[in-house]
T-cell receptor, first 111, second 112 residues
Framework: AQSVTQLGSHVSVSEGALVLLRCNYS??????LFWYVQYPNQGLQLLLK??????LVKGINGFEAEFKKSETSFHLTKPSAHMSDAAEYFC?????????FGAGTRLTVKP | DTAVSQTPKYLVTQMGNDKSIKCEQN?????MYWYKQDSKKFLKIMFS???????INETVPNRFSPKSPDKAHLNLHINSLELGDSAVYFC???????????FGQGTRLTVV
């Protein structure tokens, strides 16, 4: 069965600092991986996805993630945090029938 | 044009009542889902439908019954509501086979 684990339920960074949100996956087949963002009282919005091909994936709002098969990881990064990045972030893995989410990481950005 | 729309956005009801949440998608997707998000933000899949057929039915009380009248709609009916049913319920849709899911805005259900 596929699953993802997000390390750190809460990450706090200063504005302008590097953002690193960690995600490790478990899958018996080549994984399809996603990062979603959820702003307060809203639904989930896709940030980026990895299906096949290039292992470094660029998404919206300056975020990117790198698929590392040897480490079973798909960490999300952004070089410089902005106040508007404060939100809940979810890593997810998909097979052909459903999508499973990690527990989420709340990102706080300090001025 | 809203891609995945849920109604109502907020629902407050008493224990023991029966309620429904409606979901519609206009993206032409063949797969629809219901997720439950608890107070700790944990997202758990409840049901997955593909072409109106139930594909996944996680360990969910049988008080919860999804209904898919056509590929564009997946409604969730809940009988005999309990306090523990309070959560945000998200509908989502996608194409079968590894693609991303598109989410509705959620329905915040509060059982009092």
């Amino acid at each position: 069965a596929q699953s993802v684990t997000q390390l750190g339920s809460h990450v706090s960074v200063s504005e302008g600092a590097l953002v690193l949100l960690r995600c490790n996956y478990s899958s018996s087949v080549p994984p399809y991986l996603f990062w979603y963002v959820q702003y307060p009282n809203q639904g989930l919005q896709l940030l980026l996805k990895y299906t096949t091909g290039a292992t470094l994936v660029k998404g919206i709002n300056g975020f990117e993630a790198e698929f590392k098969k040897s480490e079973t990881s798909f960490h999300l990064t952004k070089p410089s945090a902005h106040m508007s990045d404060a939100a809940e972030y979810f890593c997810a893995v998909s097979d052909s029938d459903d999508m499973r989410f990690g527990a989420g990481t709340r990102l706080t950005v300090k001025p | 044009d809203t891609a995945v729309s849920q109604t109502p956005k907020y629902l407050v009801t008493q224990m023991g009542n029966d309620k429904s949440i409606k979901c519609e998608q206009n993206l032409g997707h063949d797969t629809m889902y219901w997720y439950k998000q608890d107070s700790k933000k944990f997202l758990k899949i409840m049901f997955s439908y593909n072409n109106k057929e139930l594909i996944i039915n996680e360990t969910v009380p049988n008080r919860f019954s999804p209904k898919s009248p056509d590929k564009a709609h997946l409604n969730l009916h809940i009988n005999s509501l309990e306090l523990g049913d309070s959560a945000v319920y998200f509908c989502a849709s996608g194409r079968k086979g590894h693609t991303e899911a598109f989410f509705g805005q959620g329905t915040r259900l509060t059982v009092v």
